[in-house]
């Protein structure tokens, strides 16, 4: 088969989003406040399902910036591919979790929409049975936290970096 | 209802009320503050926060017009200042998050209104009461409850 194309096309992508606001400089205290809340919320979670819970979160809330942060923080700390793919689709692909991370894969949505309606009491008691209460608090921290860092990446409109086609992270 | 948990780590807690204290820091304008903080937890439901702000808005003289009407800004006429609104805007858009990023004319009506490190801070305390909203709704922490 001839083609014409060039061995390595050059692909012109659109241009990237322009930041709003610099929050972390213009509120360094506001900044530090966050990184001790979040490194308190971490305490007593098994790290691999913290990046599930941070990642779904982040698909909810299309926060670009923490989606690009904590899809390759999971990868870096050895999670599947497998499992990152099919976050978005967990219910349909159940086999790929654990009961643990399903229940709190399903908590961290209700808490997420939260404008929908409330935390209903049939997701909250599927976590209780899987997490004792201190760790469920902790969970809930954890949830409230990502949830917090979407609102600034979002609403600041921070801007992950650029990956190319075959590029790994 | 079901009873939930009234745990709540430690160091979280004081990260959270330390994060709030950051925010409030350098905004000016505790009646905004109180505004903002009241709109969101209408839009997350948390009867706990509503109950805690609308009291402290009491307390600092803000009139039971406007608190009575803070659900309904956009169409309260002149009851809310244009620089309210603004931030009543930017409130709603940043609570609601999931139904669609922050709207650049709600960003930028806002930016208009507030300086950069200003807004800043206003973000930051619309961010740090959905937050508080979080963790009261998850738990059902009643209003006016003294475990939390």
């Not at chain 1, 061995?7 to 241009?15: G, K, L, M, R, W």
């Not at chain 1, 390759?72 to 050895?78: C, F, H, P, V």
């Not at chain 2, 997350?44 to 926060?49: K, S, T, Y």
Request: net charge negative; aromatic share 6%.
């Amino acid at each position: 088969m001839t083609t014409n194309a060039p061995e390595n096309p050059v692909v012109e992508y659109a241009a990237a989003p322009v930041p709003r606001l610099d929050w972390a400089r213009l509120a360094p205290d506001v900044f530090k406040a966050m990184v001790r809340l979040d490194a308190a919320a971490g305490r007593g979670l098994d790290p691999a399902l913290r990046e599930l819970v941070k990642i779904r979160a982040s698909q909810l809330n299309r926060c670009a910036f923490c989606l690009d942060m904590h899809t390759r923080d999971a990868l870096a700390a050895g999670e599947s591919v497998e499992r990152i793919v099919q976050l978005s689709a967990w219910e349909e692909a159940r086999h790929f979790y654990t009961e643990k991370e399903l229940a709190a894969l399903e908590l961290t949505e209700a808490v997420t929409v939260l404008t929908d309606g409330f935390v209903p009491d049939e997701v909250y008691e599927r976590a209780a049975k899987h997490f004792e209460e201190a760790e469920l608090a902790q969970l809930i921290a954890a949830i409230t936290v990502i949830n917090a860092w979407n609102r600034f990446g979002v609403t600041c409109r921070r801007v992950p970096g650029t990956p190319r086609p075959g590029q790994r992270p | 209802m079901t009873a939930r948990t009234t745990h709540l780590d430690a160091e979280v807690r004081s990260a959270m009320l330390a994060l709030s204290a950051a925010a409030k820091r350098d905004l000016g304008d505790p009646a905004l503050a109180e505004l903002v903080q009241i709109r969101a937890s209408q839009l997350n439901r948390c009867a706990f926060c509503l109950d805690m702000h609308l009291e402290i808005a009491r307390k600092q003289g803000v009139s039971d017009r406007r608190l009575d009407l803070v659900a309904v800004w956009e169409e309260a006429g002149d009851v809310f200042d244009e620089r309210e609104r603004a931030a009543l805007a930017l409130t709603e858009a940043v609570t609601v998050l999931t139904d669609g990023f922050v709207p650049d004319e709600v960003y930028e009506r806002a930016a208009k209104h507030f300086e950069e490190d200003r807004l800043a801070r206003l973000i930051a305390l619309i961010t740090v009461i959905n937050s508080w909203n979080r963790l009261m709704v998850s738990r059902r922490i009643p209003p006016g409850s003294s475990r939390w």
